[in-house]
């Protein structure tokens, strides 16, 4: 029992990934919930990815600049059947920089995406094999702001929101016995809106109000103990990219739409060593990868994953290293070429049982 106890611990740690969606910073999770007693854990994350191309022939440089991220989770067990938890995270981080120098018509165009997410959840259990849970989110829209620069076009807008509320449900079926859990969670759309200052050269700038709607979500996450010290896990993730776009009033038009819906897999195998050690392996597939219109990744992402997880009493910490490829950027009206986009996430976390 204390192996199968061991394997469910480090499925659950490692059962989302570092960095997704091509745009999410961490993904909205619900595992806090099915730890044991008291938890605490945080995680940080840094990715950063190889964009280089042409356009109209002329190099780009590299427009992908790294980013970080940080996650923050508590989680109480309430008498025997209620347990409650709060999640706080960068949920959106994404970054284009075309540098200046280069020679490319769009050199010092940017966008900056950034949100902040706060996540209040309960969980009853109905019995040991059966489960459902719901909470309220809160997100905040830092940064929604960049410039668009070519030779017939300079525009810019800085805006943010203010946080505004959505919400989770789900259900979960566990067999104890064999650390086994399905999980199924829902997570509506957040709408925003943003205030800013926008600015379409030669005008003056102007005070606007836009609205941004962060997706609605649907993840489906299973884990198992499969034989002796051997542990399998996985995940399906389904983001509603499609219906989300940001209009310009002064273009008349949308500044920025989303590519398309995100659908994101995930499988893992894991070996538990000893008491203290846990090694895991996790092929990932994003179909599409992700991306803004005019932007927009192509071929499919794909990622592999190695870690450990180290456990000192009841202290646990997690270190691992993904390589992804994304594809390619290819836009013909633009101009734009980029070939073999890849790139490199590392996340490390630090958790502990009361």
Do not use: C
Request: aromatic letters at 12%.
């Amino acid at each position: 029992m204390k192996k199968i106890a061991t394997l469910a611990l480090g499925a659950g740690l490692i059962s989302s990934p570092a960095f997704a969606g091509g745009i999410e910073g961490f993904p909205s999770v619900n595992r806090f919930l099915f730890e044991q007693g008291r938890y605490v854990e945080i995680t940080g994350g840094w990715a950063d990815s190889k964009t280089e191309g042409t356009e109209f022939g002329q190099p780009t440089g590299n427009v992908t600049p790294s980013i970080s991220g940080l996650s923050l989770a508590y989680k109480q067990d309430v008498g025997d059947k209620w347990a409650v938890a709060i999640h706080g995270f960068n949920s959106v981080n994404y970054k284009l920089l075309y540098p200046t120098g280069t020679g490319a018509p769009s050199a010092g165009t940017n966008v900056r995406y950034r949100g902040t997410e706060v996540a209040l959840m309960a969980r009853y259990k109905f019995n040991e094999n059966f489960s459902a849970f719901a909470g309220v989110r809160f997100e905040k829209i830092n940064d929604f702001s960049g410039a668009l620069i070519n030779p017939s076009l300079s525009y810019s807008l800085d805006s943010e929101g203010d946080f505004n509320p959505g919400f989770l449900v789900g259900a979960a079926y566990e067999i104890p016995s064999i650390a086994f859990r399905a999980d199924l969670t829902y997570y509506s759309e957040i709408d925003h809106d943003l205030d800013g200052v926008e600015q379409l050269q030669p005008l003056s700038p102007s005070d606007v109000t836009t609205q941004l709607s962060t997706p609605q979500t649907v993840a489906l996450n299973v884990q198992s103990a499969i034989r002796g010290p051997w542990g399998a896990f996985g995940s399906i993730r389904w983001r509603n990219w499609d219906d989300v776009a940001v209009e310009s009033p002064v273009l008349g038009g949308p500044l920025a739409e989303f590519a398309e819906n995100s659908v994101d897999y995930q499988i893992g195998v894991g070996y538990l060593l000893n008491p203290k050690w846990y090694f895991y392996g996790i092929l990932s597939r994003s179909e599409p990868e992700g991306g803004f219109v005019g932007f927009d990744y192509e071929g499919g992402g794909k990622g592999i994953t190695l870690g450990a997880v180290h456990s000192i009493g009841q202290t646990r910490i997690l270190v691992d290293v993904t390589y992804g490829t994304l594809g390619d950027v290819n836009e013909p009206d633009a101009g734009l070429q980029i070939r073999d986009v890849s790139g490199t996430a590392i996340r490390v976390s630090l958790s502990h049982n009361f």
